[in-house]
C-alpha cells in the first residue's frame, strides 16, 4: 500500500528550496499515498499560468523549449527520486511507495514569472 510520511514531505520540500532558491513551490501530502507539488513562481518563462505536468512525457510535450525542459525533469528527479516499487500484483502492475504529481501553479493562483 503506498504512503508518505509527513516528514518524508517535508524532506522534499526542503530538497527543492535547497535545489532551486530562485524558485517558490507549494508541496502538499494529499490522502497519506500522494504528494502534489505545484511551482508557483520563477524567473522561467511557462506557456500557461496554470498547467499539469504529466512526468512521463517530460521531453516530449516540453521539447520545444530546452530550458523548460530540464528544469522540469530536475523537478521530477527531486520529487520522484525516492520512488519505489514495494510490491508487483499480478492485477494491477507494480504498487510504488508514494504517487507524485507536478503542476505549474494552481488552478486558482496562477504561476508568476519573476
Known amino acids: 500500500m503506498p504512503y508518505i510520511s509527513t516528514d518524508q514531505v517535508k524532506e ?14 507549494a508541496v502538499r501530502r494529499e490522502h497519506y499515498s500522494n ?3 505545484n ?17 512521463y512525457w517530460i521531453d516530449t510535450n516540453y521539447g520545444d523549449n ?3 525542459k530540464d528544469f522540469l525533469n530536475a523537478v521530477n528527479d527531486v520529487v520522484g527520486g525516492n520512488v519505489r516499487e514495494v510490491t508487483y500484483d ?3 502492475g507494480s ?3 508514494y504517487y507524485y504529481s ?3 501553479g494552481k488552478w486558482d493562483r496562477p504561476y508568476v514569472q519573476k
Open 102 to 104: 507536478i503542476c505549474i
Open 95 to 97: 504498487i510504488p511507495n
Open 90 to 92: 499480478y492485477d494491477y
Open 39 to 55: 511551482i508557483m513562481s520563477g524567473p522561467i518563462n511557462f506557456r500557461k499560468g496554470y498547467e499539469p505536468v504529466n512526468h
Open 12 to 25: 522534499i520540500r526542503n530538497n527543492l528550496k535547497r535545489t532551486f532558491p530562485d524558485f517558490k513551490f
Open 35 to 37: 504528494v502534489n507539488v
Open 66 to 68: 530546452v530550458q523548460v
